[in-house]
């Protein structure tokens, strides 16, 4: 079997409204306040202040890379109001890494936006893209060292959150609204989530591939970073009956992504778990013991999937494997999937696919987007002190990058 070679980049990803704590200028601190349901963000991990404390965990765990996120509501709280404090903060925290060990992976947007920005539109005003672009210009400043940086994280989520954003403001909800689920814990369906997410309009994911496009000309004319963005990957197959529709939902919950991604150097894949797809649509994942505690399938399988998938359709465009994970309670299950997942990973390399790195969603049990409940972490967090403990999963982790790939039993 090819072994990833010792530039092979295993490490964690995070991203900054999830830990960092108080981004009260982003229009998710404004959503947590108004959703009924929703539970806040608050401190977080409070990893604005203990980044450094977070990255030696890793490192000291013989990982090599860490994706994080720069918060655009922080570097520019009012338009054109550009932070230096804010870019130096990220600038240290980029420079933390380097002498850690740790490859920085940046993200420049991680979903959340500016409260000011959500307020002149979102991703469909019309100054969308100069206002992401001139944010960019201020960004690449301090990204000097940095290998990978994706524009977006999960274009296709987003596009689905604007979609759904735009029909709840046209009084359109109810033709979205698959039944939530209410069942709690693992071998449920997840609390309080549509058991199925509605398709992006594609109008709106090319919108974002035009901005994407954009902002990749700025990240290659001002840094050596390879540029590209990173896709949810469903991991889609077709139940019986279901292959046309199968075409059709991928086309326009992720195949019009990896497709933007052509031109790119990189493209993140982002895979969980798997979504099958028969006549009528995506099939809800049913109950089953073995579900996460976000209600998927436990499917490590589908990273592989997933990689053999985004490497098809992009042509050939390198792989950086930008999250991949589960959300449990019992770590023993953490290690067993990953096991999996990663198995996943290496016969795609010995296939040929150029694989670039592996990095874990998530580093720390973080804020999951209105829910404190799922814990995706290497590496757990008291809410009150913000101790962190590492789990069993982390030394697991760091010992596979150790032994370069090598997995045990
Ligand atoms: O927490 C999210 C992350 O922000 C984007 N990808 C999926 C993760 C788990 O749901």
Redesign the pocket.
């Known amino acids: 079997m090819r072994r990833p070679t010792p530039d092979f980049l295993w490490g964690a990803a995070t991203?900054p409204h999830?830990i960092e704590g108080n981004n009260l200028n982003s229009d998710w601190w404004a959503t947590e306040r108004l959703m009924p349901g929703m539970e806040r963000s608050g401190d977080a991990c409070d990893s604005y202040h203990r980044y450094a404390e977070d990255m030696r965990l890793l490192a000291d765990a013989g990982l090599n890379a860490y994706r994080f996120g720069i918060e655009w509501a922080r570097i520019e709280p009012d338009p054109g109001h550009v932070s230096r404090a804010e870019l130096a903060h990220y600038r240290r925290m980029i420079d933390t890494a380097l002498q850690l060990g740790l490859a920085p992976v940046v993200t420049l947007n991680?979903?959340t936006v500016p409260r000011w920005f959500a307020e002149e539109g979102g991703w469909t005003g019309e100054k969308a893209l100069d206002r992401f672009v001139s944010y960019v210009q201020a960004a690449t400043g301090i990204l000097d060292g940095v290998p990978y940086v994706a524009t977006f994280?999960?274009p296709n989520?987003l596009a689905m959150m604007v979609t759904l954003a735009r029909a709840v403001e046209a009084g359109e909800l109810a033709e979205w609204q698959s039944p939530t689920v209410e069942s709690e814990g693992e071998g449920g369906q997840g609390t309080g989530r549509p058991a199925v997410l509605p398709a992006p309009d594609p109008e709106i994911g090319r919108r974002l591939a035009d901005v994407h496009a954009a902002a990749r000309s700025i990240v290659r004319e001002r840094t050596d970073a390879a540029v590209g963005w990173t896709v949810?990957a469903g991991a889609y197959t077709a139940a019986p009956g279901g292959e046309q529709k199968l075409i059709e939902e991928r086309y326009v919950r992720e195949d019009l992504y990896f497709e933007a991604a052509r031109g790119d150097d990189f493209v993140g894949v982002?895979a969980?778990s798997t979504q099958e797809v028969d006549a009528n649509g995506l099939v809800p994942t049913p109950q089953h013991p073995d579900n996460t505690q976000?209600g998927t399938a436990f499917r490590p399988d589908a990273l592989g999937m997933a990689i053999r998938h985004s490497w098809e359709v992009t042509g050939g465009v390198p792989v950086l494997v930008t999250?991949n994970?589960i959300?449990t309670a019992d770590d023993t299950r953490r290690i067993a999937y990953t096991r999996e997942a990663l198995r996943g990973l290496l016969v795609t390399a010995d296939e040929g696919v150029d694989v670039r790195g592996y990095l874990h969603?998530?580093a720390l049990d973080?804020y999951?987007?209105g829910h404190w409940e799922?814990t995706?972490g290497l590496i757990a967090v008291d809410r009150e002190t913000f101790e962190r403990k590492p789990k069993p999963s982390l030394a697991w982790l760091g010992d596979v990058a150790r032994r370069g790939g090598v997995l045990d039993s």
């Open positions: 991203a999830q991680h979903f994280n999960e989520m949810a982002q969980y976000v999250e994970g959300a969603w998530s973080n999951e987007w799922p995706f």
